[in-house]
């Protein structure tokens, strides 16, 4: 007993997560002396260390049982007994159960430590308890929680019966974290032989200190636990135990505990009906015979060699090993124990401990140890030398810390340097020396810096200072760049780069003129709205040229925060100035010129109206004190000349539109794109793909056959595409070795772009009874539009009340389907008219289809157009060939203006129209066209129907035409 007390005085000492005791001998064996139970009280063990517990999952390395260091409650052969530690009404009642007999009732976890007894040779059925991760090896010690209530119950009564051992073995899946299982294909067959030491029942788990003794392997599975009572005989005894005392019926209370212990050792409890595996049948595990061999010694040293030096590496391993020393256990004299606790040491996988664990050749084993050893070996110095590197890394950075701020202080008492704060403050007011800054918000800037130095330099608020000084004093206040103002000089800079837009040449010479005038220059807002592809954002760049303005563009398609435009609060993380305060800082001057793109898409979210914030940027009355969220101070956008583009300006909100002088750029006809091919597209894709024009060039006649069959849209961006589609396959050709010079004739066109897309200039050669071709415009340009009507159903049937119908088709719009109602009821009106005897649109039924139905259509603009059908087909005549006609009808018979006149024209060329129709109140429009586009045309203009009627049904037209 002696040996075993100074054990656990060594253990009480040991601080680490591994318990180290004597390994098993004949002399420490104790003959069986029962189990205490406390029961009220705190949760409590009565064995501890004096460290903390290891976690669940940590091995114990422990010899066989101990004698338990702590008063001993009660003696089984004499009856004699103490009272309970908590207190008691009775000192000492003589039972073989002793202590807390007059505690309180249960308040809290009960803890079960069972006294040493002799573990038995042979235990074939015991409980199965799966484990994960790490298995327990022989002679080790693990602490082990069940949760499982069906082997908590089977646990709780086999160690009430005196049976405390169970199998412990480890699944075959770590993630499963169950306790039990379903099937022995789960786990592995090979396991331990387990003794429970301690079990601390905390009611929903059970938690188990176990050790091991021995390797055993699974026979069967057992469906139930056989009846089992205490036993009165001990297989490993000579003479059976002695009867316990019969306690006095002295009390209720006792008779009440003598049942309870009667229930207690019932045969008849027996643990839940369930689908688990809790009991299994198992045989020890014998390791084959083998002989000290120079190999086996050679594994062993090299063991305790490798052990040593993780030791030497990792302090974590130290004091496991010294206690086993203190313990006088000569490691290397015992290979099995050794090759157990060298695989116990190391925080190998799972599968790779199992292997250990069953092998049975003891030779292997160790080599099989001595591997895993080696692993830990290399991740402990992996471990040291990241150590070791980071370390040196956080010393290194420290010392030049150190020596940083000594250089710092160093050179601010010579006065080579100045302090953060005063260099800061120098740089700000160095920016300010030869700008124009006004005095309120030079006001600011001082009341900025003076708030800067007496900030901490470290302190968020220092850098929100410091950034909002920096944008400051960064703005061009008073800078501002020298105009060009001779009018030769720009019209040279515009013609430079783009063909025609005569309109926006013109409104630009005119801003020049007046700034020449004026002897400075002043801000102007303009929007150039058209067609995509036809220049609107190029020309910007040009004017800026123009005019030796810095040039700033963004875009506002598609954007719904408003503090894009105005700005962040300071107060918020990562805070910024809106576009325009970022666009003055980078040009540093006051009056760039500002290119707003795609103005009519513009978006509207929960973060607000950014369409609203551009009124207070574009309004020339208020832009001269336009306050940023962000600066919070006024800047002078008055210098500013802003130009925006937009597709259309229907979805341009009213207030928006009205702040801006609206430019229309129109589409090119053909004559344009040709000469616009040919100036400016040619030379400049030629020389991008890098051909020169002796290897590679276009005949004019292709250029036209190009534009005319390819590429009809009101821009040139199209046009662009297919140039350089001919160009990179020129230069294939002739990289390729098959040609050395390519000239694109119409002959060889198709082998460049492929089969025409436009073969049909118009629908109808020759317009039938009921056919009127109308002209159209949208953002893409003009087009024709034929309008279609027939017979759906003849009059009669009906009778007196049969008023005849209109059914419309090709996915109309609201208003155009107004204007198709409007035109019936005046044609039906106007035939009366000419034609009293004719009834054909009060009784019939009629259709009226609008062709290309995917495309949506709307606007009243074919209102003649739709009257001329509905009477060609009511008096069976065909209308003049090669007219078109557009122009609102009202229901009186007055043609109204439209608008998109030179898209329609352009549109009536290209169709081969020769004779065109327009409202009288636009004649101003088509007198503006260029010659080029209004030459060679017939062009009536009219305020009521009945002037059309005679030019569309005259079989010789000989009514005069206006030609400008």
């Known amino acids: 007993m002696s040996s075993s007390m100074r054990m656990w005085g060594s253990a009480l000492r040991f601080r680490c997560a591994v318990l180290l005791l004597r390994p098993v001998t004949p002399q420490t064996r104790t003959a069986p002396l029962g189990r205490v139970q406390v029961g009220s009280g705190p949760r409590r063990w009565l064995r501890v260390t004096a460290g903390p517990l290891p976690k669940s999952g940590h091995h114990l390395t422990a010899c066989a049982p101990f004698t338990t260091p702590v008063r001993r409650f009660g003696n089984r052969a004499s009856g004699a007994g103490f009272s309970g530690e908590d207190g008691g009404d009775e000192a000492g009642s003589g039972a073989e159960e002793s202590g807390g007999d007059g505690g309180s009732a249960y308040s809290g976890p009960q803890m079960t430590a069972l006294t040493p007894m002799i573990v038995p040779e042979v235990f074939p059925n015991v409980p199965l308890i799966a484990v994960s991760r790490n298995p327990v090896f022989p002679r080790f010690i693990k602490i082990i929680e069940v949760k499982n209530k069906d082997l908590m119950e089977l646990l709780r009564r086999k160690v009430r019966l005196a049976q405390p051992y169970a199998g412990v073995f480890m699944k075959r899946d770590d993630s499963n974290e169950s306790d039990v299982v379903e099937s022995l294909d789960a786990i592995y067959s090979t396991g331990t032989f387990v003794q429970i030491h301690e079990m601390q029942d905390l009611g929903d788990k059970l938690r188990m200190i176990v050790m091991g003794h021995r390797r055993i392997r699974i026979n069967r599975q057992l469906d139930a636990d056989p009846e089992e009572v205490p036993p009165e005989w001990s297989e490993s005894e000579q003479e059976p135990r002695p009867k316990p005392a019969i306690r006095p019926k002295s009390s209720r209370r006792h008779q009440l505990e003598d049942k309870l212990s009667v229930a207690d050792l019932s045969p008849e409890l027996r643990p839940l009906p369930s689908s688990n595996i809790l009991m299994v049948e198992v045989d020890n595990v014998q390791h084959e015979q083998f002989t000290v061999t120079e190999e086996v010694k050679a594994l062993t040293a090299e063991i305790v060699k490798t052990i040593r030096d993780i030791i030497a590496l990792n302090p974590l391993y130290r004091e496991s090993v010294l206690q086993m020393m203190q313990a006088g256990q000569r490691v290397?004299?015992?290979?099995?124990?050794?090759?157990?606790?060298?695989?116990?040491?190391?925080?190998?996988?799972?599968?790779?401990?199992?292997?250990?664990?069953?092998?049975?050749?003891?030779?292997?084993?160790?080599?099989?140890?001595?591997?895993?050893?080696?692993?830990?070996?290399?991740?402990?110095?992996?471990?040291?030398?990241?150590?070791?590197?980071?370390?040196?890394?956080?010393?290194?950075?420290?010392?030049?810390?150190?020596?940083?701020?000594?250089?710092?202080?160093?050179?601010?008492?010579?006065?080579?340097?100045?302090?953060?704060?005063?260099?800061?403050?120098?740089?700000?007011?160095?920016?300010?020396?030869?700008?124009?800054?006004?005095?309120?918000?030079?006001?600011?800037?001082?009341?900025?810096?003076?708030?800067?130095?007496?900030?901490?330099?470290?302190?968020?608020?220092?850098?929100?200072?410091?950034?909002?000084?920096?944008?400051?004093?960064?703005?061009?206040?008073?800078?501002?760049?020298?105009?060009?103002?001779?009018?030769?000089?720009?019209?040279?800079v515009l013609e430079e780069d783009h063909y025609g837009m005569e309109d926006v040449k013109k409104r630009i010479l005119e801003f020049i003129a007046v700034s020449q005038l004026?002897?400075?220059?002043?801000?102007?807002?303009?929007?150039?709205?058209?067609?995509?592809?036809?220049?609107?954002?190029?020309?910007?760049?040009?004017?800026?040229?123009?005019?030796?303005?810095?040039?700033?563009?963004?875009?506002?398609?598609?954007?719904?925060?408003?503090?894009?435009?105005?700005?962040?609060?300071?107060?918020?993380?990562?805070?910024?100035?809106?576009?325009?305060?970022?666009?003055?800082?980078?040009?540093?001057?006051?009056?760039?010129?500002?290119?707003?793109?795609?103005?009519?898409?513009?978006?509207?979210?929960?973060?607000?109206?950014?369409?609203?914030?551009?009124?207070?940027?574009?309004?020339?009355?208020?832009?001269?004190?336009?306050?940023?969220?962000?600066?919070?101070?006024?800047?002078?956008?008055?210098?500013?000349?802003?130009?925006?583009?937009?597709?259309?300006?229907?979805?341009?909100?009213?207030?928006?539109?009205?702040?801006?002088?609206?430019?229309?750029?129109?589409?090119?006809?053909?004559?344009?794109?040709?000469?616009?091919?040919?100036?400016?597209?040619?030379?400049?894709?030629?020389?991008?793909?890098?051909?020169?024009?002796?290897?590679?060039?276009?005949?004019?006649?292709?250029?036209?056959?190009?534009?005319?069959?390819?590429?009809?849209?009101?821009?040139?961006?199209?046009?662009?595409?297919?140039?350089?589609?001919?160009?990179?396959?020129?230069?294939?050709?002739?990289?390729?070795?098959?040609?050395?010079?390519?000239?694109?004739?119409?002959?060889?066109?198709?082998?460049?772009?492929?089969?025409?897309?436009?073969?049909?200039?118009?629908?109808?050669?020759?317009?039938?009874?009921?056919?009127?071709?109308g002209l159209a415009w949208t953002a893409m340009g003009g087009s024709t539009l034929f309008i279609e009507t027939c017979l759906r159903r003849p009059a009669g049937?009906?009778?007196?009340?049969?008023?005849?119908?209109?059914?419309?088709?090709?996915?109309?719009?609201?208003?155009?389907?107004?204007?198709?109602?409007?035109?019936?009821?005046?044609?039906?009106?106007?035939?009366?008219?000419?034609?009293?005897?004719?009834?054909?649109?009060?009784?019939?039924?009629?259709?009226?289809?609008?062709?290309?139905?995917?495309?949506?259509?709307?606007?009243?603009?074919?209102?003649?157009?739709?009257?001329?059908?509905?009477?060609?087909?009511?008096?069976?005549?065909?209308?003049?060939?090669?007219?078109?006609?557009?122009?609102?009808?009202?229901?009186?018979?007055?043609?109204?203006?439209?608008?998109?006149?030179?898209?329609?024209?352009?549109?009536?060329?290209?169709?081969?129209?020769?004779?065109?129709?327009?409202?009288?109140?636009?004649?101003?429009?088509?007198?503006?066209?260029?010659?080029?586009?209004?030459?060679?045309?017939?062009?009536?203009?009219?305020?009521?129907?009945?002037?059309?009627?005679?030019?569309?049904?005259t079989p010789d037209p000989s009514s005069p035409a206006f030609s400008n």
């Not at 500013?640 to 589409?667: K, Q």
């Open 332 to 492: 290397v004299d015992n290979p099995i124990y050794l090759s157990d606790m060298g695989a116990a040491l190391t925080g190998a996988e799972s599968h790779e401990l199992q292997d250990v664990l069953e092998e049975t050749n003891i030779p292997k084993r160790l080599y099989k140890a001595l591997s895993l050893l080696k692993k830990e070996y290399e991740l402990s110095k992996l471990q040291q030398r990241l150590g070791r590197e980071v370390e040196e890394k956080i010393k290194q950075t420290h010392r030049k810390y150190l020596l940083q701020e000594q250089l710092k202080i160093i050179k601010k008492e010579l006065g080579l340097e100045k302090d953060d704060k005063e260099a800061i403050e120098e740089k700000f007011r160095e920016r300010l020396k030869d700008r124009s800054v006004p005095q309120n918000i030079l006001e600011v800037i001082n009341e900025e810096l003076t708030k800067l130095a007496l900030l901490d330099n470290h302190s968020s608020e220092f850098n929100v200072t410091r950034n909002y000084l920096d944008w400051l004093t960064s703005m061009p206040w008073g800078t501002n760049s020298e105009e060009n103002l001779a009018l030769d000089r720009a019209r040279e």
């Open 518 to 773: 004026r002897g400075s220059t002043q801000g102007k807002i303009l929007c150039f709205y058209g067609p995509p592809g036809v220049g609107k954002t190029s020309i910007a760049r040009s004017i800026a040229k123009a005019l030796n303005r810095q040039y700033f563009r963004f875009s506002v398609g598609g954007m719904t925060d408003v503090a894009e435009i105005k700005g962040h609060r300071r107060t918020y993380v990562g805070a910024m100035p809106g576009k325009i305060i970022q666009c003055l800082k980078k040009t540093k001057t006051e009056n760039p010129l500002v290119l707003i793109d795609e103005v009519d898409k513009i978006g509207r979210g929960y973060q607000g109206d950014p369409s609203s914030a551009l009124l207070e940027l574009l309004d020339p009355e208020q832009n001269a004190n336009f306050l940023d969220h962000y600066l919070d101070v006024p800047v002078d956008l008055s210098k500013v000349l802003f130009i925006c583009t937009a597709n259309v300006t229907d979805t341009i909100p009213e207030p928006l539109r009205d702040r801006m002088e609206m430019i229309n750029v129109s589409g090119y006809v053909a004559q344009e794109k040709l000469a616009i091919a040919e100036r400016y597209l040619v030379p400049q894709l030629r020389s991008l793909c890098g051909l020169t024009q002796e290897k590679a060039s276009i005949s004019p006649e292709a250029l036209s056959l190009l534009i005319r069959q390819y590429c009809r849209e009101s821009g040139v961006r199209n046009l662009q595409k297919q140039v350089e589609k001919v160009f990179r396959k020129v230069a294939f050709s002739i990289v390729s070795g098959h040609q050395s010079a390519v000239t694109v004739t119409p002959d060889n066109l198709q082998e460049f772009v492929g089969k025409p897309l436009f073969t049909v200039d118009r629908m109808y050669d020759v317009t039938p009874p009921g056919v009127v071709m």
């Open 797 to 953: 049937g009906g009778g007196a009340k049969d008023e005849g119908s209109l059914e419309i088709t090709g996915q109309l719009g609201d208003v155009m389907k107004e204007s198709a109602k409007i035109a019936w009821t005046f044609s039906r009106s106007f035939l009366m008219k000419e034609e009293p005897d004719n009834n054909f649109l009060l009784n019939s039924h009629l259709h009226l289809h609008v062709p290309e139905g995917a495309t949506p259509k709307d606007g009243p603009s074919a209102g003649c157009t739709i009257v001329t059908a509905l009477l060609s087909l009511a008096t069976n005549r065909s209308v003049r060939q090669n007219v078109a006609m557009t122009g609102e009808v009202s229901l009186t018979g007055k043609i109204l203006p439209v608008g998109g006149i030179k898209e329609k024209t352009i549109a009536a060329r290209r169709a081969g129209v020769t004779c065109m129709i327009l409202p009288a109140e636009n004649r101003k429009d088509f007198s503006d066209l260029p010659d080029y586009i209004s030459e060679g045309l017939e062009v009536h203009f009219v305020d009521h129907y009945s002037q059309i009627y005679p030019i569309v049904f």
